[in-house]
Each structure stands twice: as structure tokens, then as C-alpha cells.
């Protein structure tokens, strides 16, 4: 249901990738001292935002990308959901 999501304005809806299960040196994560991932697939972005004048300023993101985002961004929308705003990411993941 939720994958269907449409944000409005300037908001992004983001489903968070998995985080990583084991440290660089090869240790492994406990389930209980994992932290949420920071990092996101973009499922589908809003319309965009409206300057003073009411001109539509277009997201910079699109569906598909992978953004990175700070810890306490956005509103949780399930489990593994969240809606943010544009100017709360911090950076698109180049492939």
C-alpha cells in the first residue's frame, strides 16, 4: 500500500536500504547495536516547491536514485519508509 505513496511539494518518499552487517575489519553487527541505515531508494518525489513569486522549482532528486540522508531526517511511514524533505537529504549516491 504504502509503496504507492504520492509526497506532496517538496517532499521525497524513500524506502532505506539495508545497513551493513558487518564492520570493515569483518566483525559482525548484533541485531541490538545496528543503527538504522542512512541511505535510501528514492520510490517517488513531489511536485517540487514554490519560490516567493510562486514559480515551481523542480526537485533535484528522481525516482531511482540513492540519496543519503541524516539520522533523525524525515517522518517515519512504516518500518523500512520515510517521507523527507528535499533540503533534508544530503547527497545522491553516484552508481
Known amino acids: 500500500m504504502l509503496e504507492k505513496l ?3 511539494g517538496d517532499r521525497v518518499f524513500v524506502k532505506r536500504l ?13 541485531d541490538a547495536a545496528k543503527e538504522k541505515a542512512q541511505t535510501g ?4 518525489v513531489g ?3 514554490r519560490d516567493a513569486s510562486g514559480k515551481l522549482i523542480p526537485l533535484d532528486v528522481q525516482i ?8 533523525y ?5 512504516g518500518k ?12 545522491i549516491l553516484e552508481k
Not at 41 to 44: A, C, E, H, T
Open 73 to 77: 531526517a524525515g517522518t517515519e511511514a
Open 80 to 91: 523500512d519508509y520515510l517521507v523527507i524533505r528535499e533540503d533534508e537529504i544530503l547527497g
Open 47 to 49: 511536485g517540487g516547491k
Open 64 to 71: 531511482g536514485d540513492t540519496i543519503y540522508f541524516g539520522k
Open 41 to 44: 531508494k528514492v520510490l517517488s
Open 6 to 8: 504520492k509526497p506532496l
Open 18 to 30: 539495508e545497513a551493513e552487517e558487518t564492520t570493515e575489519s569483518g566483525l559482525i553487527i548484533p
